[in-house]
């Protein structure tokens, strides 16, 4: 078969992948993520599920995406690793930077159409919204800031109230109607600091909810986007030309790239791992 052509992004958004969980789509995303050529990439937060890894559940599949994530940064790809809740051991290493990949609570970009993108995962509204919504709403609260309260907040219920970690998006899986009020407090309260902010986009995750529209106050508008997850949308936002579009994942178009998947050579574990060190020292020099 001959070479199949790659789309060219100038961005792509990943989130909600949650890599080391049976629900994670590994194999899908791997064959989406071969038939794209990015700029830059942002993975949005929950990207390796560090709450529920396990040693004894890593797939091929799973290694395999990690595997070619790590082939684009030997390409010189720009690589934001947004931290979210799943992966929030991350934010330790908040400014860390190996080749062109950076450890990031956030993100602002200025995009070629002279518009600013603020990229961010959203978990901290679970506290903020549960219990001080205002708190999330202040626009002079930078994120950084609402990431130490959500930490405060969840090691006084640990560790005091012997609770566990507040997280509202878990509990609204209960109830339809408290999955709506939710995700709409969500997008609002997105939408409320991005435009405190004079943001023209503001792009999250953690809420599996792939989405794109305008939201307004009475302080202005912006563009609202979520890139979804990989559990159960299987979806990623692509900026190409100055345009936003959601992707959403389907076999169909996807055959091509099956067949010819076919056709490469099956690396056992050894292999793969012997390729990805071998990624891992191009980056290095």
Not at 4 to 21: A, F, M
Not at 133 to 146: E, H, M, N, Q
Not at 193 to 222: A, F
């Amino acid at each position: 078969m001959d070479k199949i052509k790659k789309r060219k992004l100038d961005i792509l958004v990943l989130s909600d992948v949650h890599l080391g969980t049976y629900g994670c789509h590994a194999k899908e995303l791997l064959l989406y993520l071969k038939t794209v050529k990015p700029k830059t990439v942002i993975l949005n937060g929950d990207i390796i599920d560090i709450w529920q890894f396990s040693k004894r559940y890593w797939p091929k599949s799973h290694m395999k995406v990690i595997k070619h994530l790590m082939h684009w940064m030997s390409k010189g790809v720009k690589i934001y690793y947004i931290t979210g809740n799943h992966d929030e051991l991350l934010r330790k290493f908040v400014g860390f930077k190996m080749g062109s990949l950076k450890i990031v609570n956030k993100v602002i970009l200025e995009l070629d159409n002279g518009k600013k993108a603020w990229f961010f995962h959203g978990d901290v509204f679970d506290v903020t919204m549960q219990h001080s919504k205002w708190l999330a709403k202040l626009g002079a609260v930078g994120y950084d800031t609402l990431i130490h309260i959500n930490r405060l907040a969840n090691f006084i219920s640990e560790k005091i109230f012997k609770k566990g970690k507040l997280s509202l998006s878990k509990k609204i899986k209960n109830s339809v109607k408290s999955a709506v009020k939710f995700i709409n407090s969500f997008e609002q309260t997105a939408a409320d600091i991005g435009i405190s902010n004079q943001y023209d986009y503001v792009v999250c995750g953690h809420i599996h909810q792939p989405e794109m529209r305008t939201i307004e106050n009475e302080h202005g508008k912006i563009m609202y986007l979520n890139s979804g997850d990989w559990i159960e949308n299987l979806t990623a936002l692509e900026y190409i030309d100055s345009k936003w579009t959601i992707y959403r994942y389907d076999d169909n178009d996807m055959q091509q790239w099956i067949e010819h998947g076919k056709e490469e050579e099956e690396l056992n574990d050894t292999q793969l791992f012997n390729n990805m060190m071998e990624e891992f020292n191009l980056m290095k020099q």
